[in-house]
């Protein structure tokens, strides 16, 4: 089973050796509205933790996807770009990046599924 | 922050809510603002638009000061006749875009923004002329009914019958003042009534199976896409009826005497520094307020967005912008930047979706 962490800006991690896979939450997504577009990064950008790495338009907004782990960009999902709908808390399909992380600690930092949801429960 | 009438109404309704213009209104509702901006192109929306300031004008002097603060005719207006019109400063940059129902030659009906109606109603105090009263209508509500549905909404909701009213045009009715327009570009009202009725009226007009409630998101987008100007972002203080492009509001120009005339008389004669322009992207994204517009080498910087956003009705990024009137031809290729990233452009006609406001009537042989 995979080690899946949560941030309390709404993105999921599902973290495979030194990787994480980062998506956003069904909380997120509810919250963006209608999407309309998706900015993706670089392949090899360098992010820290807090960085927006991602812009999501919708049709009232721009909105910042920040990464909670430190690395480098290794891979992005460009099929969202076409597929808006695919963005969304499914952990082998939405996710935006994948992160060669140069911090573990970062990620254990992070919150667990119940942890999380508790987080959410706290903000309604 | 104050509550229109409706607030409870929207929040029943589950709104999400904001703070707009002092008041705390409904951005959009549960079915999102895509789906309500469709809604209102294919159905019929209300709109809570209550947090506007409503003012009647009225004395033998109306006319003249209304001619005095405003560019626009309003002598050989008839009577019921509204006409789009901005406020004008003295240095010929505008305080607010309103509109202004002539009731008869004394008596006139004003809808002010919001966000502007205290600067308003100050700015025309300091002018106002011996024997003209101003009445801000504080107790009176504003639900706007927008679409292609609204005409038979009205008839089957609150049994009001507007066949025989034209665009632009208003009508008393069972004590609602009513006025044949909107900021949609649909055909629509503009329903003004006391405000005690609001709630009944705005849950008869809710129970019809053809009627959403929409947001003040769709209502930007619904602005948008028809290049209506949105105060404090498309037009400001500093900007001329000439740059924003609105001349037309003038008519042929008789009226050479309102306030700020010298810079908008001089503009017409000598076009303006800048123009506001409709922009279509052609490129991958969305550009805002706020975003650069450059020439299609990136290289020369012509002007700056003032709206932008997502098209629902043509499923591209539209927006409005000011630029080098030399660079202000339809067609003309243009990138804009978005973050560092110049996305291909062009400038664009407005409004970028055809109006569907009502035809005028044929008049009887």
Redesign the interface.
Known sequence: MSNVKYSKDHEWLKIEGDTAWVGITTYARHALGDLVFLELPEVGRQVAKGDDFAVVESVKAASEIYTPVTGEIVEVNETLQDDLDGLKEDIDTGWIVKVKMSNDNEAADLMDKAAYDTFVESLD | MKKTPLHAAHVTQKAQMAEFAGYDMP??YES???TE?NWTRENAGIFDVSHMGQVTIEGPDACAFIEKLTPSTFSSLKPNVAKYTVLMNEQGGMIDDLIITKLSDTKFFAVVNGACKDKDLNWMQRHLPQGVMLVHHENRALIALQGPKAEAVLRDALGIDTANLNYMRYMEDKDFFISRLGYTGEDGFEISMHADRADAVWHKLMAHADVKPIGL?AR??LRLEMGYPLYGHDIDATTSPIEADSKWIMGKVQNKTFIGAMRVLDEIENSPARLRVGVKITG???A?EGAEVFDAAGETKLGVLTSG??S?TLKQ?IGQAYIDPTASKAGTKVNVRV?G?DIEAEIADMPFVKAKTKKALKKAA
């Open positions: 951005i959009q999102g603002v895509m901006h998101a930007d987008s991958k994204g969305v805002r956003g997502f629902p990024a973050r990233r």
